[in-house]
C-alpha cells in the first residue's frame, strides 16, 4: 500500500527540489503504483516507546514528514495528485499538499492517527483546516472513518473524481495543459495562494504587488500580452 520509508521519503524530497529547480520540467504529476495511493509513513523498524529520549520525536517529525509536505508545497511548478487509491495519514496529507488532486472513484481518504492512540502529523492539521475549516477538519481526525472520493470531492478536499479506468488520461490531459503554461508565473500564483492564508490584508496585496513586478520580466508575460496584442495564441515557454 505504498507506505512512505525514509529512504522513499528522502527520494521524492530530492525528486520535488530538483523538479522545482529545472527549467525543463513544467508539471509535476503524484501518483502510485498498485491498489493504494499511500497508506502513511512506514512505521515498523523505529526504535520502541522506552528507547527514546525527549526531542526524538520532534525531530523525526520535523526533518521527516513535515519536511516532505513542505517540498511539495514549495515545488516552484504545479504538482497534480493522482489518487489511485487508498490515502491514509501521511498520504492523505501528501495528496492534499498538492495544487490540484484529481480521484479515482475508488479512492479513499482516512484521517487513521486517532485510531492508533496518535497525533496527527505531516501537516495534516493546517493543511485540513485550511481546506475544510476547523469543525470539518476535527470531525474526520476525531473519528478517523474513511471518507469516498466522491465526499471528498464535496468537501473541496479533490478537485475531480473520475473512473479508474479515466484517471491517467485524465491527469495526463491536465498535466499537458500546465506545461504548456506559463510556468514563472503558475509558480508566482501558486505562493501566493498558499502565502495568504497565513497572511493580513497588507501583507498579501504587497506579496502581489511584488510578484506582477518580478513576472514581467519573464519572457512568458511578454509572450503574452503581445498575443493579445495581436490577436493569437500564446505560446509560452516556461520563461
Known sequence: ????????????????????????????????????????????????????????????????????????????????????????????HLAYACDLVIAAESARFIEVFARRGLVPDGGGAYLLARLVGPQRAKELMFFGDALSAADAHRLGLVNRVVPDGELEKTVRAWAERLAAGPTRSLALTKQLVNASLDSDRATAFSAEA??????????????????????????????
Open 210 to 239: 511584488t510578484a506582477q513586478e518580478i513576472n514581467m520580466t519573464t519572457a512568458d508575460a511578454g509572450e503574452g500580452v503581445t498575443a493579445f496584442v495581436e490577436r493569437r495564441g500564446a505560446e509560452f515557454k516556461g520563461r
Open 1 to 92: 500500500m505504498n507506505a512512505v520509508t525514509p529512504d522513499q521519503r528522502d527520494r521524492l524530497i530530492g525528486l520535488f527540489e530538483a523538479a522545482s529547480a529545472d527549467p525543463g520540467t513544467r508539471a509535476v504529476v503524484l501518483t502510485a503504483t498498485g491498489r493504494g495511493f499511500c497508506a502513511g509513513a512506514d512505521l515498523r523498524g523505529g526504535p520502541p516507546p522506552g528507547d527514546r529520549v525527549p526531542g526524538d520525536v520532534a525531530r523525526v517529525i520535523r526533518h521527516g514528514a513535515q519536511r516532505l509536505i513542505a517540498a511539495v508545497l514549495d515545488c516552484e511548478k504545479p504538482v497534480i495528485a493522482a489518487v489511485n487509491g487508498t490515502a491514509a495519514g501521511l498520504g492523505a
